[in-house]
Structures are given as structure tokens and as C-alpha cells.
């Protein structure tokens, strides 16, 4: 089993390639496969040592669920064991959670990275005892947890971390930053890797380099090198580097966030993420899948840009 411990660098998260009938309601198996293909072989080709798959923009509620087990069947064949994947899961109740949990694992994969159920906000109690069931019934099945408080009707607290740290199968968190990132962080002390997203990675790791080796990376399907070299520099604890590439990460990602803020992006992170994707050039993403089809017109524009920045930032990279 795979613990805390061993998440050192980028956690990688890929979306889902689709066909180009993906946006009707009646079109059927659009996972485009040989294009998932490609892009794991690229993403890790180029240095990145961990994948989570088929979280908010890799259209884990849009996808059905034998799309979503071939997907990530697809994945976990292409990179033949070279790296570990933690499969996305979220369903809104834990039976089908689980369910779904098992059958990824007998598909290959090396853990899950599991959202709550979204219906209804849950309190602490409920999300620890909602974590507490999966890891009963998938016991040595290495759990990232998923905190996006949008997505999820609030955040985890601080002290339902701590409780969560207990658990030995919960090895980590997608963590959405702010001002809590610091406080959580502490109060796992390392038992769980809280994870910052990439953008916010270097600060955390140079306030607390032991508690902070890993982060997460939504762009990884966009620009790979940019995230490797990030890795590189904040694993050697090379500041003057980690903080240059971070300011690199930053410029990128900021037309993404209309208005500067989550808030104002969250609404449609699903199309903004496919626009940013087709837009970075490194996966033919192709559409959305209904319900989440549209997007208005000035964010779309600045996904575009988001995405170009990061072609810029693969070249330069890459080329490094």
C-alpha cells in the first residue's frame, strides 16, 4: 500500500478526451481512447510521476460509469505500472462509491481519489465517517481525499482533517488553498498529505518543506514539462528555481480566474477546463458532455489565453 510518505512531487490530474459526438445527449461511448493513449504517454513521458483521473474537469459526473471504467482501464494499460493512478469515484452516496472503487482497483488502479456525496452538505461527523466506510470496505486501498468546497457544499475543517489523518488508508487531500491551506497542514502533521494545487505550491513548500513534497496539478495535460521542472526544484529545495518556475505558473493560470477569484470560475470549470485544454495544444480534448455545454463568452476567452500561456510555458520547458 502506497502511504503518506511516499507522495513526493506532482500529483498530476488528466481529463477525458472526448469524441466529437460527445455533446449529444444520445451519443455513446466517448471516451476517445487512442487519444487518452496519447496523452498519458505525453504527461509522463515528460516527467510526471502521478495521475489522478476523472475529477471535476475529467467529467466524473458526466461520464457513465462504463465509460468511466474504460477510461481509466485505458490509463492504468498505458502506463503499465511506470507510475501509480488514483482513479476519480465520486458518486452521490457511498454504496456506488464503493462499488465503483472496487471495481477501479481490480482494473489496476493504485488508489482512488474519492469526493463526498454532493446532494446535501455534510458536516464533520458525516465526512468522516462517509471516509471511515470506504477505507473499511476497501481496506489497503490508498484514499486521496477530494476537498473542493464548491463542488462539495463546504469545506473539510481542520479538525475533521485531524480526524481524518487516523485513518490509515486516507494518504492525502486535493486541497483548494486559501487561507485554512496552512492550518491543515499542520494539523495532519505529515499523517496526510495535504496538497496544494501547483500555483500555490512553492509558498507552502518553503514555509514547510516537510509537510509540503507533494502538490497537485490540473495542467499536466497542458504543459507536463512546466510541472516536472516545478517538481525538480522544489523536491531539491532549490528556491531561487521553484519560486521563478511558480511565477511562470501563476502567469499562466490567472486569465483562467475572471474576476481574480474560484468564485467567479467555479460555475463552469468543467467547459473552461476543455477550452483551456484544446487551447494548450498538447490534447485534442474535443466537447463537453451534457449537461455542461456552455459558457460565457468572456470566460471562454480567457480559458483561451489561460491556454495558450501554458503552450508558451510547454515550449520553454521543454526546451530547458
Not at 505550491?201 to 510541472?227: E, K, N
Request: glycine share 8%.
Amino acid at each position: 500500500m502506497i502511504d503518506a510518505t511516499d507522495l513526493r512531487g506532482v500529483l498530476g490530474i488528466v481529463p477525458t478526451p472526448a469524441t466529437p459526438d460527445a455533446e449529444r445527449w444520445d451519443a455513446e461511448h466517448t471516451v476517445n481512447l487512442p487519444e487518452t493513449e496519447r496523452m498519458v504517454r505525453t504527461v509522463v513521458g515528460d516527467g510526471i510521476t502521478a495521475l489522478m483521473t476523472t475529477g471535476t474537469f475529467g467529467e466524473c459526473a458526466t461520464l457513465t460509469e462504463p465509460e468511466l471504467l474504460e477510461f481509466v482501464d485505458c490509463v492504468v494499460r498505458t502506463v503499465g505500472g511506470s507510475v501509480p493512478v488514483f482513479a476519480g469515484i465520486t458518486t452521490l452516496n457511498t454504496r456506488d462509491t464503493i462499488r465503483r472503487g472496487r471495481a477501479l482497483v481490480d482494473a489496476g488502479a493504485a488508489g482512488l481519489f474519492v469526493g463526498r456525496p454532493m446532494w446535501l452538505a455534510m458536516d464533520d461527523a458525516a465526512i468522516v465517517r462517509y471516509y471511515g466506510d470506504i477505507a473499511e470496505a476497501l481496506p489497503g486501498v490508498p484514499l486521496v481525499v477530494y476537498d473542493n468546497p464548491p463542488a462539495f457544499k463546504g469545506k473539510i475543517s481542520t479538525e475533521a482533517y485531524r480526524r481524518l489523518a487516523a485513518v490509515p488508508e486516507v494518504i492525502a487531500a486535493k486541497h483548494t488553498g486559501g487561507p485554512r491551506l496552512e492550518d491543515d497542514l499542520v494539523a495532519t502533521a505529515g499523517r496526510l498529505r495535504v496538497l496544494p494545487n501547483a500555483p500555490d505550491w512553492y509558498p507552502a513548500a518553503r514555509a514547510h518543506p516537510d509537510l509540503a513534497p507533494a502538490c497537485w496539478s490540473g495542467a499536466v495535460a497542458c504543459a507536463p514539462a512546466a510541472m516536472a521542472t516545478l517538481e525538480r526544484a522544489v523536491l531539491a529545495r532549490d528556491w531561487d528555481r521553484a519560486a521563478h518556475v511558480s511565477e511562470r505558473v501563476n502567469w499562466a493560470e490567472a486569465p483562467m480566474f475572471l474576476g481574480g477569484g474560484l468564485a467567479e470560475f467555479v460555475d463552469y470549470s468543467i467547459q473552461l477546463g476543455h477550452v483551456r485544454f484544446q487551447h494548450a495544444g498538447l490534447v485534442d480534448i474535443g466537447p463537453t458532455r451534457p449537461p455542461y455545454l456552455e459558457a460565457p463568452a468572456d470566460y471562454v476567452a480567457g480559458s483561451e489565453e489561460c491556454g495558450r500561456r501554458w503552450a508558451v510555458l510547454q515550449k520553454e520547458f521543454a526546451a530547458a
